[in-house]
């Protein structure tokens, strides 16, 4: 049997990487894990976490107006940009040390270099310029921003990626892009004072959402004053003398602003990684393609995480990350299981879903029950802010199995996790309706809507 330097090489960091890495390892595993920027991946160095932060900073401004109601007088507030980016690089180097001790501990090797393939077992560790061979390899490389190739003056744009790092605060953005981090951002830079403006391609934002969920996020950010053009594409992005930005519209429109920040998708970083001459094959958009266990079609090579543009989500990638050391190392192939994730849109108020909107029940269900609600939150009855809060329920009307839940509102996110269960479990509408409500909440309204607001038959509304 040959021999090789390592049971198990691991390129990419991330939360996928790291976790197989590190799982793999405690098993007692020869591993190592290459990175060639900072150990943690997107999630934690320039994604989930930092944007959780940004988003916790920007709350503030609505908290400080909300407590007026409550008797409280805020003297005017002001805020720090500097302060929040160097506390949130903090936090995030605390973060990469975690993930490296947790490696370290497990007996992984850490190779801070970029890693590409020689061939199907060997690997270039490229800041040293030496080979290493590896039994089986790992591509966990996730993804990174699409530059927009197509848009002159996309080299004037930034993506998340720098808006983690902006020496200073602007006084206006635009964004180009409807998905989860164009929204996001367009609410982070709105509540930390910013003029924002969201530029999105189609008629109504979040595409992949809740028709009803989509439309009131929309007008909420509205009558918060983030502009949205819908139906509009940027075509040019000129920088005047002055700094500025000249953003030309399709519609003929042109925006002056101080950023634009274009959050289109994300692409898999597969380029120069070795694939061809490994023999991987990828797909249209780079992904690398990969069967039900993670397994490209060079036998001993896996791949998991945004770089197979599956999900592209970070549980999405730990999970797919556990499946394999099922498969290679606890003798249990497991598929990873991409059905009803929950997920959450971090905007103001945010969105917290899970299982199928009404259009996608509709497409796959000959009837379906529609429990709707909308309504203030308490909070908001002495704040007095005019936002409210959207509850849905997509039923089978044959079964009555529950199969999606929608929320707008606060602490959505927090809820879809816990709605999860029952809508993984398969529950019925009869179970929820047999559970007791928890009063005074908001969640209480999953639970106490007995009668379908109206129903869905053949795809029509009835
Ligand atoms: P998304 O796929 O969510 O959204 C991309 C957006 O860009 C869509 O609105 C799309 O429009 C639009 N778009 C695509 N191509 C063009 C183009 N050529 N010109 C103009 N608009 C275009 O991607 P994001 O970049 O927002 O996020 C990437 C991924 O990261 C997400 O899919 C998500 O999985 C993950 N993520 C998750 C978060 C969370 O869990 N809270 C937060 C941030 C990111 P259309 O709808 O018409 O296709």
């Known amino acids: 049997m040959a021999s090789y330097d390592y049971d198990l090489f691991v390129i990419g960091g991330g939360s996928g990487g790291v976790r197989a ?10 591993v190592a894990v290459a990175e060639e920027y900072r150990f943690g991946g997107t999630c934690v160095i320039r994604g989930c976490v930092p944007k959780k932060l940004f988003v916790y900073a920007s709350q503030f401004a609505e908290h400080f107006e909300d407590s007026a109601g409550y008797g409280w007088s805020v003297e005017k507030p002001t805020f720090d940009w500097a302060t929040l980016i160097a506390n949130k690089d903090r936090e995030i180097a605390r973060l990469e040390a975690a993930y490296r001790s947790g490696l370290d501990n497990a007996k992984a090797e850490m190779i801070d270099s970029r890693a590409v393939l020689v061939d199907d077992h060997h690997v270039r560790i490229v800041a040293e310029d030496r080979v290493v061979s590896a039994e089986t390899i790992l591509i966990a490389t996730g993804g990174r921003p699409n530059p927009h190739e197509a848009l002159p003056g996309r080299e004037n744009c930034i993506s998340s990626n720098e808006a983690f790092h902006l020496t200073e605060l602007p006084r206006s953005i635009a964004i180009e892009g409807g998905g989860y981090i164009a929204v996001e951002f367009a609410n982070i830079f709105h509540g930390l004072g910013v003029e924002t403006t969201l530029i999105y391609r189609g008629k109504e934002i979040l595409g992949r959402f809740d028709m009803d969920v989509r439309r009131a996020l929309h007008e909420e950010m509205e009558k918060k004053g983030i502009r949205i053009l819908c139906q509009s594409v940027a075509i040019g992005v000129d920088k005047q003398a002055d ?4 953003v030309h519209l399709n519609t003929g429109n042109t925006l002056q602003v101080g950023q634009m920040m274009l959050a289109i998708g994300r692409l898999p970083n597969t380029e120069g990684l ?7 094959e990828t797909g249209r958009t780079g992904e690398i393609l990969v069967d039900e266990y993670s397994r490209t079609n060079v036998a001993n090579i896996y791949a998991i995480g945004d770089v197979t543009n599956r999900v592209q989500l970070t549980p999405v990638a730990i999970h797919e990350a556990m499946c394999l050391i099922d498969t290679l190392y606890r003798g249990k192939p497991t598929s990873p299981d991409h059905e009803a994730i929950p997920t959450a849109v971090f905007s103001q108020p945010e969105i917290g879903t899970v299982g199928l909107s009404e259009d996608a029940a509709a497409a796959q269900y000959g009837e379906l029950e529609i429990y709707l609600a909308r309504f203030r939150p308490m909070r908001h009855t002495l704040s007095g802010r005019d936002e409210r809060m959207v509850m849905k329920l997509v039923v089978d009307g044959e079964t009555r199995k529950v199969l999606g839940a929608h929320v707008l509102g606060p602490d959505a996110g927090e809820m879809a996790q816990l709605l999860g269960i029952p809508i993984k479990a398969g529950l019925t509408k009869d179970d929820f309706d047999r559970t007791m409500a928890l009063h005074p909440s908001a969640a209480e309204e999953l639970v106490t809507m007995y009668q379908p607001t109206y129903r869905v038959k053949d795809g029509q509304r009835v």
């Open 21 to 30: 890495g590190r799982v793999a390892a405690s098993l007692g595993k020869r």
């Open 243 to 246: 700094g500025t930005l000249a």
């Open 274 to 280: 070795g694939l061809e001459a490994a023999g991987v």
